[in-house]
């Protein structure tokens, strides 16, 4: 396994707190490192922030979360194509993505192609742990640095799992060699939504895989844990990561936050926080294993038959075809129930299944907004509502960007709101938007003629 250098503690770049990030970054007790959703840079007009910071000589890391690995369908070439160039042009020592599963349908079920618009978790199977090891061999063969995943954070529970988290996890490694990024906050979630043991995952866990670690903040609802990313990180979730910490010496941890950003005053305490639980562990623990990325000198290690890692020397052959359809038809029934309103397959837990679908409902309504910011403002407080109601019965296919437009256009054909200066700035912004092609010759041309029907009553 090839050795990287220490990351140390990073912050997840994001456009609205780049300014703050820039002070920090390699500052004493600041931000050694960044991480970037892969899929919101474009390889060939990279912000103006990251090269700065690149320049700096501070690593970027980018962190995919469309590709779904955990899916039954191979991964997309074109997807797998466009990791590695964010790759390549970020200077990035690795990528990461997620063990989990984003899409569902298609030609494999001969069902419609469905998306969550969110990371949803693969059954603890036999048949889905062969999927995605030959799925993750594919994307390692595509990809010109490391992998490494993350395990993610869950509302519901498969029916009929075979292993736990660690074990499943641990045999991931074993056959594939993957790197694992490691979330003590998806911990802490899965421990009250799922009722797993955080401590127990980590005894069954090969830490010395371990490339990073994401500590993020959320909240709690009626008994259910909310991975925000948008609130303070708990006590519960460093607690977590000093358990890890006192196991192994993690070659990097990243403080992680998508909204409702603080003041740089706050970040900065959520960082020394951080690096406080890391300095009581070098403390208590200098016997502690070192991350299998490599240590920096000086540090000190056990002997390297008892601290190497597994590292993929179980043969990963081709997923049989009918385990990749049995995945397929199962993951399709759970994505329809959840965002088609389908019927609740056999074995979940209907309540659950209801908050995460309302949960996911709420997720495609905040990124619309931010991906078309003038929708919730030509709308006003009807937005939520009226995207809600569109989201039951329109499941996404196409991505934020299309869902958007479809939206606009559900507002049209329906003519609600019930409002005709509304409307029509709806109408503007869809015309705007809708591509070069004339009105007359597009196959929307119906929904233009509908429109004008529906502000002619008014």
Known sequence: MEQIAQLGTGIGW?????????????????????????ENVCPGHIAESLLRLRERGVTVVPHGVSLGLGGAARPDEQRLRSLAERAEA????????????VRAGGALTASPLLEAGHLLPVPRTRDALDVLCENVRIAQDALPVPLALENIAAL??????EMTEGQFLYDLVDRTGV??????????????????????ALDELPVEAI?????????????????????????????????????????????????????????????????????????????RKSGALGAEAGTETEPAAETEPVTGTTPVTEAEPAARQRLGLAQAALL???????????????????????????????????????????????????????????????GYRRDALSFAEHVLLTGRPDDADVLREVRRWWLERSGPTPLSQRPTARLARATRRVLLRR
Not at 216 to 244: K, N, T
């Open 211 to 287: 490339a990073y670690v994401h500590v993020a903040g959320g909240f709690e609802r009626d008994g259910v844990w909310h991975d925000s990313h948008a609130h303070p990180v708990p006590q519960q979730v460093l607690d977590i990561l000093a358990d890890l910490a006192s196991r192994v010496s993690p070659p990097g941890v990243l403080l992680e936050r998508d909204d409702n950003f603080p003041e740089p005053g706050e970040l900065e305490r959520e960082l020394r926080a951080i690096r406080g639980v890391l300095e009581k562990a070098d403390v208590r623990g200098p016997g």
């Open 336 to 398: 329809s129930a959840l965002v088609a309103g389908t019927p609740v397959p056999e074995g979940f837990d209907r309540v659950r299944l209801g908050v995460q679908a309302r949960a996911l409902a709420a997720k495609r309504a905040d990124v619309v907004a931010k991906v078309a910011p003038e929708l919730p403002e030509i709308l006003g407080s009807s937005y939520r509502s009226t995207f809600v109601g569109y989201a039951q019965g329109h499941p996404m296919t196409e």
């Open 179 to 200: 790197r694992l990024l490691i979330d003590v906050a998806n911990l802490h979630t899965n421990h009250v939504n799922r009722g797993e043991d955080p401590a127990k």
């Open 90 to 101: 970020l200077g990035a020592p690795l990528v990461t993505e997620h063990v989990a599963f």
């Open 14 to 38: 994001r456009p609205e707190i780049a300014d703050a990030v820039e002070r920090m970054a390699g500052t004493d007790g600041g931000v050694d490192w960044v991480e970037v959703v892969a």
């Open 156 to 161: 519901i529970n498969w029916p009929g799992e």
